[in-house]
C-alpha cells in the first residue's frame, strides 16, 4: 500500500512538472525542421498534439508517431494528411482535432516553403504564388477554422514568420514578402481575437539549420562557405536549432499569458550591428 501511495505521488508530481498538460495542440508542417521540434516537445510536455504535412510526407509522419507513442513522454500524437493551400484538407484536419479529443488549446501555424533564390526578374507568378498561397493562405485558412474552438478555451495561435521580415534578404521576393504577411497577419489577429481571449503571437527565427535551411545552402555555388557566411551573420556565431525554436513556441504557448501580438525574435543577434552592405559601383551618388 505505502509503494502504491509512492507511486500515486510521483505521478502527481510528475504531472505538475509538465509546462503543457492534457492542451491540444495543431502542428501543420510537422514533419521535419521546426515543425518536427515543436511536435516533440509539446508531446514531452504532455500535450495532445494532431500534426500534419502532405501526402509526400506520409511516411516520415508515421515514423514520428511511432517514436514518440514508444518513449516520446507523457503526451499523444497524431498524423493527418493536409496540404495546407486547400481550404477542405483544413477543414478536415480540425474537424480530425476536435473529434478525437474535443476542443483546441493552441495552433502553431509551421508550415511554410522557400523559393530558389533569384532577382525578381526571373521570378514566375506561379512561384510567387506558391510560396504565398502556402505560407500565407495556408495561415490564414488554419486560423479561420481553428478560432471558434480556440474562442471557447480562450487558446493561442502561434505564426512561424522569420526574421527576414524586418531585415530583408536578396533575392528572395516571394518569400519574405509571405514572411512580411504572416507578421502582419499576427498582429491584425491579435486586436480582433482580443474580445475572446484569444493570444495570437509570433516567432521570428534567424538561421536555423534544418532540412530547409540545407536546401537553401546547396542552391549557393559553394555551400561551405554558405555555411559559414550563415554562422558569421548571427552574433552567437552559429546557426540556431530547431530545439531552441520549439521552445521559444512551448513558452508562447504555456507562459506568455500576458503577451499578444507579440514577435519573439529569436536570432542569434543576427539583426544587430552596423555592416558594410553598399554592393553599389556607381550610379546612386547625392543629386545635392
Given at each position: 500500500m505505502l509503494e502504491t501511495s509512492g507511486r500515486t505521488a510521483r505521478g502527481a508530481v510528475m504531472a505538475t512538472a509538465l509546462l503543457y498538460p492534457d492542451?491540444?495542440?495543431?502542428?501543420?508542417?510537422?514533419?521535419?525542421?521546426i515543425g518536427e521540434a515543436i511536435v516533440r516537445e509539446f508531446v514531452h510536455q504532455g500535450a495532445k498534439v494532431v500534426?500534419?504535412?502532405?501526402?509526400?510526407?506520409?511516411?516520415?509522419?508515421?515514423?514520428?508517431?511511432?517514436?514518440?507513442?514508444?518513449?516520446?513522454?507523457?503526451?499523444?500524437?497524431?498524423?493527418?494528411?493536409?496540404?495546407?493551400?486547400?481550404?477542405?484538407?483544413?477543414?478536415?484536419l480540425v474537424a480530425v482535432t476536435i473529434e478525437l479529443y474535443g476542443k483546441l488549446d493552441c495552433l502553431v501555424n509551421n508550415a511554410g516553403i522557400v523559393s530558389s533564390p533569384k532577382p525578381i526578374d526571373n521570378i514566375t507568378t506561379k512561384e510567387f504564388h506558391n510560396v504565398m498561397d502556402t505560407n500565407?493562405?495556408?495561415?490564414?485558412?488554419?486560423?479561420?477554422y481553428a478560432l471558434p474552438y480556440l474562442r471557447k478555451t480562450k487558446g493561442n495561435i502561434i505564426n512561424l514568420s522569420s526574421i527576414?521580415?524586418?531585415i530583408g534578404v536578396g533575392h528572395s521576393v516571394p518569400y519574405t514578402s509571405s514572411k512580411g504577411a504572416i507578421?502582419?497577419?499576427?498582429?491584425?489577429?491579435?486586436?480582433?481575437?482580443?474580445?475572446?481571449?484569444?493570444?495570437?503571437?509570433?516567432?521570428?527565427?534567424?538561421?536555423?539549420?534544418?532540412?530547409?535551411?540545407?536546401?537553401?545552402?546547396?542552391?549557393?555555388?559553394?555551400?561551405?562557405?554558405a555555411i559559414r557566411d550563415s554562422k558569421d551573420s548571427q552574433l552567437l556565431g552559429?546557426?540556431?536549432?530547431?530545439?531552441?525554436?520549439?521552445?521559444?513556441?512551448?513558452?508562447?504557448a504555456a507562459d506568455a499569458t500576458f503577451c499578444t501580438g507579440f514577435d519573439l525574435v529569436a536570432s542569434g543577434g543576427a539583426e544587430l550591428g552596423f555592416a558594410h552592405k553598399s554592393q553599389?559601383?556607381?550610379?546612386?551618388?547625392?543629386?545635392?
Amino acid at each position: 500500500m505505502l509503494e502504491t501511495s509512492g507511486r500515486t505521488a510521483r505521478g502527481a508530481v510528475m504531472a505538475t512538472a509538465l509546462l503543457y498538460p492534457d492542451k491540444v495542440v495543431i502542428v501543420t508542417g510537422g514533419t521535419r525542421g521546426i515543425g518536427e521540434a515543436i511536435v516533440r516537445e509539446f508531446v514531452h510536455q504532455g500535450a495532445k498534439v494532431v500534426f500534419c504535412a502532405p501526402e509526400r510526407e506520409e511516411e516520415q509522419g508515421k515514423k514520428i508517431v511511432q517514436e514518440l507513442e514508444f518513449c516520446g513522454g507523457p503526451g499523444e500524437v497524431y498524423f493527418q494528411i493536409c496540404d495546407v493551400r486547400c481550404e477542405k484538407a483544413i477543414q478536415n484536419l480540425v474537424a480530425v482535432t476536435i473529434e478525437l479529443y474535443g476542443k483546441l488549446d493552441c495552433l502553431v501555424n509551421n508550415a511554410g516553403i522557400v523559393s530558389s533564390p533569384k532577382p525578381i526578374d526571373n521570378i514566375t507568378t506561379k512561384e510567387f504564388h506558391n510560396v504565398m498561397d502556402t505560407n500565407v493562405v495556408g495561415s490564414f485558412l488554419a486560423s479561420k477554422y481553428a478560432l471558434p474552438y480556440l474562442r471557447k478555451t480562450k487558446g493561442n495561435i502561434i505564426n512561424l514568420s522569420s526574421i527576414v521580415h524586418i531585415i530583408g534578404v536578396g533575392h528572395s521576393v516571394p518569400y519574405t514578402s509571405s514572411k512580411g504577411a504572416i507578421s502582419a497577419m499576427t498582429k491584425a489577429l491579435a486586436i480582433d481575437e482580443s474580445k475572446y481571449c484569444v493570444r495570437v503571437n509570433s516567432i521570428s527565427p534567424g538561421i536555423i539549420w534544418t532540412p530547409m535551411q540545407e536546401w537553401v545552402v546547396n542552391q549557393q555555388p559553394d555551400p561551405e562557405a554558405a555555411i559559414r557566411d550563415s554562422k558569421d551573420s548571427q552574433l552567437l556565431g552559429r546557426m540556431g536549432t530547431p530545439a531552441e525554436i520549439a521552445k521559444a513556441a512551448l513558452f508562447l504557448a504555456a507562459d506568455a499569458t500576458f503577451c499578444t501580438g507579440f514577435d519573439l525574435v529569436a536570432s542569434g543577434g543576427a539583426e544587430l550591428g552596423f555592416a558594410h552592405k553598399s554592393q553599389v559601383t556607381s550610379g546612386c551618388g547625392s543629386k545635392d
